[in-house]
């Protein structure tokens, strides 16, 4: 296991707009950025522990305060935090890829626009890196997931990383 340079930066956490919903559930792990077959990749971790999580295990899920707390103090070390899906929830999250501008704010592809437009009451955040989104919203994905291009979605057996940043 190599860990990311200290150079890799995220956006930080802002808890206070993380919808209560999620918040009320305990499907929640921290996160970091390591080295996997020569790829960065966003490891899930037990929150306040050095092992990792399993997005199909919920032994290894936590409540959002716990992975909260393990994040902020960082022992260990974690990059940020994330929510798991579950079948037992009722959430999908969209997750679209380099589509945004981290200097400027704009998104820069239509399709991400016309996701974005279309989502009615669902909580839109930034992704860590400041370059995509994650739109998390109760609905059905059939097969519990896709993927076509840089849009992905899931319903279960996935996590997502979590900002609380706006958009």
């Known amino acids: 296991m190599i860990s990311a340079t200290p150079t890799t930066t995220f956006l930080p956490v802002v808890a206070e707009n993380i919808p209560e919903?999620?918040?009320?559930?305990?499907?929640?792990?921290?996160?970091?950025?390591?080295?996997r077959d020569e790829k960065l990749t966003k490891v899930p971790y037990v929150a306040g522990a050095a092992r990792r999580a399993s997005s199909t295990d919920?032994?290894?899920?936590?409540?959002?305060?716990?992975a909260l707390a393990a994040y902020e103090v960082?022992?260990?070390?974690?990059?940020?935090?994330?929510?798991?899906?579950?079948?037992?929830?009722?959430?999908?999250?969209i997750d679209i890829d380099?589509?945004?501008?981290?200097?400027?704010?704009?998104i820069t592809d239509e399709q991400a626009q016309e996701i974005i437009s279309s989502v009615g009451d669902g909580y839109i955040e930034v992704s860590?890196?400041?370059k995509?989104?994650?739109?998390?919203?109760?609905g059905v994905v059939r097969g519990g997931g896709m993927r076509r291009g840089k849009v992905e979605m899931y319903a279960r057996d996935r996590y997502f990383t979590v900002s609380g940043q706006v958009l």
């Open 98 to 106: 380099g589509c945004r501008d981290p200097e400027t704010g704009e």
């Open 58 to 66: 919920p032994m290894t899920w936590r409540t959002f305060a716990e």
């Open 128 to 130: 860590p890196s400041g």
């Open 21 to 35: 919903e999620l918040k009320a559930r305990r499907q929640w792990v921290c996160w970091r950025l390591e080295e």
């Open 74 to 93: 960082g022992e260990p070390p974690y990059d940020g935090i994330g929510f798991v899906f579950s079948p037992e929830d009722p959430f999908v999250g």
């Open 132 to 138: 995509g989104i994650h739109i998390i919203l109760e």
